[in-house]
């Protein structure tokens, strides 16, 4: 089994910053594609930011220029550090990835969610 253990949400005034940890553990030959979604109550999960194996990213236009996200492959471990936080951004974030667990087998694997919350 697979599991994804995400840390860093909390509370965050306006225009602060966090930084969210998902370390991967278990059985792995190596983790492909890693993101971070969110999801506001009422609405859809959303795709936030995404990092492929080699480093090519991806991220959302809401959050451009103020979200990094960065891996570290040895450790199995996807960061998010979130700068500029609008009251926008609260959410809870999940992290995702699509884990190769054998020579011939891939599974998409999800965090549990960190609730995230920017107010003043």
């Known amino acids: 089994q697979v599991q994804l253990v995400e840390s860093g949400g909390g509370l965050v005034q306006p225009g602060g910053s966090l930084r969210l940890s998902c370390a991967a553990s278990?059985?792995?030959?190596?983790?492909?594609?890693m993101g971070w979604y969110r999801q506001a109550p009422g609405k859809e999960r959303e795709l936030v930011a995404a990092?492929?194996?080699?480093?090519?990213?991806n991220y959302a236009d809401s959050v451009k220029g103020r979200f990094t996200i960065s891996r570290d492959n040895a450790k199995n471990t996807v960061f998010l550090q979130m700068n500029s936080l609008k009251p926008g951004d609260t959410a809870v974030y999940y992290c995702?990835?699509?884990?190769?667990?054998?020579?011939?087998?891939?599974?998409?694997?999800w965090g549990q969610g960190t609730l995230v919350t920017v107010s003043s």
């Open positions: 990092i492929a194996y080699g480093g090519s990213t």
């Open positions: 278990g059985r792995i030959f190596s983790i492909n594609d």
């Open positions: 995702n990835a699509m884990v190769r667990v054998d020579s011939i087998r891939s599974s998409e694997t």
